[in-house]
């Protein structure tokens, strides 16, 4: 009986287990011509603030910052989106969102890592995992894991983009002078 028991579980295992594992598969991004726009826009939209976005955050409020801020997010990342509407949904939800806070409360942020995984689907659907660095003047550094998912077209430009930042701004003490 026990026999029969562990055939059935068996059986009905095995699908469950191809199912997990084929869902999705892992992508090399040095030749996966999809991951290469994913893969530049988190790193520009997660390393830093550089020096140019430093200079552009220190701006008093008002139409020259403003316009400072949207050529310098177009030069970044509208060469990378499908349309208008995914480049303005990507740019009013991160954009320099992660290195204007991280500027803020004086951290430096850096992608150790990407791990890609593309879904079975008939899409271009991307997983992704990073391993970002943070780190404050004169503070260790830290590493938290970030996940989110990028959706292409055919031309390999990104439709939708995901950042799942978990608890990063968490991460950041509320007070400015520790």
């Known amino acids: ?3 029969i028991h562990y055939k059935a579980f068996s059986i009905a295992l095995f699908p469950i287990i191809l199912l997990l594992i084929g869902c999705t598969e892992k992508v090399d991004e040095k030749t996966d011509e999809y991951i290469q726009a994913v893969d530049a826009v ?3 939209a997660l390393t830093g603030p550089d020096d140019t976005l ?4 220190e701006l008093k409020e008002g139409n020259e910052r403003s316009t400072a801020l949207t050529e310098y997010e177009d030069s970044l990342y ?21 290195m204007t806070e991280s500027h803020k409360n004086n ?3 850096a992608v150790e890592n990407i791990e890609y995984e593309r879904t079975h689907s008939k899409e271009n659907i991307y997983n992704f995992s990073i391993q970002l660095q943070y780190q404050k003047e004169g ?4 590493v938290k894991n970030i996940t989110g998912q990028a959706d292409l077209n055919d031309e390999q430009k990104i ?6 930042v978990n608890d990063l701004w968490g991460s950041f003490p ?5």
């Open 159 to 164: 439709d939708r983009m995901l950042i799942r």
């Open 54 to 57: 430093k200079d552009i955050l």
């Open 139 to 142: 503070k260790s550094q830290e």
């Open 107 to 109: 951290y430096i942020l």
């Open 1 to 3: 009986m026990k026999r």
């Open 78 to 98: 509208k060469d990378y989106f499908a349309s208008e509407t995914a480049y303005n949904d990507f740019i009013s939800r991160y954009g320099t969102v992660f």
């Open 174 to 178: 509320k007070d400015k002078r520790e």
């Open 42 to 44: 988190l790193h520009n």
